[in-house]
């Protein structure tokens, strides 16, 4: 019933899609077309109806049209570029996917959906365009300034053991042209690195240029890293991609995950050839870049689910820096903290002195899944909002606390699974667990100030029963009691002397 009215009504529901979608049949005229092809195309579908397609699309011809090319074939073509002139004389760029329509075996028609990425396509090329000024010579004839990477190895704030053998390999590195594997989770500083290693190069007067590979649809970034050249084809004009543009200086492919495996290919091609064929061109250029690409998927999980090819991978692994999350150098924690404290105090014209104590504890135990940009986003909020000399567990009430209330981020939600049995989230929010047991009445959040002391207590009461229930059923086993609560040993052994806790 439902089935035959949607075959009934298909027409009508086609028009809601913001797509495009024209069908052909095997003589190539236009039987079918949405109301967004007609927005895309500026024609009247009365008028499209019924004609042939290179009758309406007259830029377009047999050998380019995409749906002519199937009913010829007889197989579907994916995510296709096509730049076509409109009826009105607009320039307009989709991408298509093509699919035969087949009676009996036989191809009776195809039926194509586009999706109009003019604006997309044009912006982008106008940061390509933009980036070539910015890094060509002027009228004069004298060169720019190249420096567009602002960050350099001081500005990497870290002492954790591991963060200074990762400084030390990621400045060697700068002196070579190797190619560069980062990785790291969200706002653990990848970006940060890459500019620095590219400032500290003999490359730090060239260009640096970043994309992410996760901003374009495929065939767009394919144009935009490699240029073009004027083509019937895609319509495309002749341009530079940013492996030219780059030319001498450094290329960050950020998300190199999200990159299309046939370009992953392409892109290895550059790396080992050291030279670069525009889309559409015969000739190839050479050009001498270093690539690094950054990606928040660890490598090997990358590989393993097909989004990052292991040949690619293998050459880019010639250097190799993994950036560990915030939680686990939280002895970097007071550092960057001061470190940001001292920046927005600069920045907003305030006066925060320091941290008090057991905010600090709050922040070694959280789980910061934004890592060091939440961090520093924490801090400049707080610089922001409050007049203080001093950061108390109230200005962190809206924040933090919240985040753990909802087992968001919270040390709970990090519990390896046997230990779920632990988890704040398990049978409702930690506050909501807290309320039970101490009976506090939030009351809307009306008197913050009460609330968070009162809250400090419960935590600390709750917090002192978890430790020794753990203690107890381990054992007193203290690796196992850090592993299960999911905290650091010393932060464990901290928390044992600080509430006396003895095995019984
Ligand atoms: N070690 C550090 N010292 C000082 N600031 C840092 C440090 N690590 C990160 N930051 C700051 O944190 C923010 C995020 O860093 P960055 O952009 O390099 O992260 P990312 O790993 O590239 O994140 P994403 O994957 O989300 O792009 C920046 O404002 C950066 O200045
Ligand atoms: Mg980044």
Excluded at 315 to 341: A, G, M
């Amino acid at each position: 019933m439902i089935a035959k009215l949607l075959v009934e009504n298909i027409s009508q529901i086609l028009d809601y899609v913001q797509e495009g979608i024209h069908i052909i049949d095997d003589t190539g005229k236009i039987i079918y077309y949405n109301k967004f092809a007609q927005k895309i195309d500026e024609i009247d579908r009365e008028k499209a109806v019924g004609r042939h397609i290179l009758e309406i699309y007259p830029s377009l011809s047999h050998d380019t049209s995409t749906l002519l090319k199937v009913i010829r074939t007889g197989k579907p073509i994916f995510d296709v570029e096509q730049t076509f002139v409109n009826y009105k004389g607009d320039k307009i760029t989709t991408v298509n996917s093509s699919i035969p329509l087949k009676s009996k075996g036989a191809t009776v028609g195809a039926l194509e959906i586009s999706k109009d990425i003019t604006e997309v396509r044009k912006l982008s090329e106008k940061i390509v365009e933009l980036q070539n000024e910015l890094y060509s010579a002027d009228n004069n004839g004298k060169q720019k300034e190249k420096r567009t990477a602002g960050f350099t190895f001081v500005d990497i704030i870290g002492q954790n053991s591991q963060m200074l053998k990762l400084k030390s390999l990621a400045l060697k590195a700068a002196g070579t042209s190797s190619p560069v594997i980062i990785y790291g989770e969200t706002g653990t500083g990848k970006e940060l690195f890459v500019q620095s290693i590219h400032n500290a190069s003999p490359r730090r007067n060239k260009p640096f240029i970043a994309q992410n590979c996760a901003a374009l649809p495929s065939n767009l970034l394919e144009g935009i890293l490699f240029g073009t050249v004027k083509g019937g084809f895609t319509g495309a004009e002749d341009r530079p991609g940013l492996f030219e543009v780059a030319d001498g200086g450094t290329l960050l492919l950020d998300e190199i995950n999200s990159m299309p495996l046939e370009l992953q290919a392409k892109l290895l091609r550059v790396i080992q050839d050291k030279t670069v064929r525009r889309v559409g061109a015969i000739k190839t250029t050479k050009v001498d870049i270093r690539i690094i690409a950054a990606t928040n998927v660890h490598p090997e999980k990358a590989i393993e689910d097909k989004l990052l090819r292991k040949d690619l991978y293998y050459r880019l692994n010639v250097v190799s820096i993994s950036i560990p999350e915030l939680k686990d150098r939280t002895d970097d924690i007071p550092r960057l903290s001061d470190y940001f404290i001292q920046k927005y105090n600069r920045l907003l014209s305030k006066n925060i002195k320091k941290i008090d104590e057991e905010v600090m504890e709050l922040f070694m135990e959280y789980s910061w899944p934004g890592n060091v940009r939440e961090l520093e986003h924490l801090i400049e909020g707080i610089a922001t909002i409050y007049d203080t000399d001093i950061i108390k567990l109230e200005h962190l009430s809206s924040q933090i606390l919240s985040q753990v209330s909802q087992g968001d981020g919270s040390p709970g939600s990090n519990c390896h699974p046997e230990t779920s049995r632990i988890s704040f989230t398990d049978e409702g929010s930690l506050l909501h667990n807290l309320n039970k047991k101490f009976l506090i009445n939030a009351e809307n959040d009306k008197n913050k100030a009460t609330i968070s002391v009162s809250l400090k207590t419960a935590l600390e009461t709750m917090e002192k029963e978890m430790i020794q229930e753990v203690l107890t059923a381990t054992e007193w086993n203290i690796t196992h009691t850090a592993e299960r609560l999911d905290i650091p040993r010393q932060t464990l052994q901290y928390k044992i002397k600080k509430y006396g806790l003895k095995e019984k």
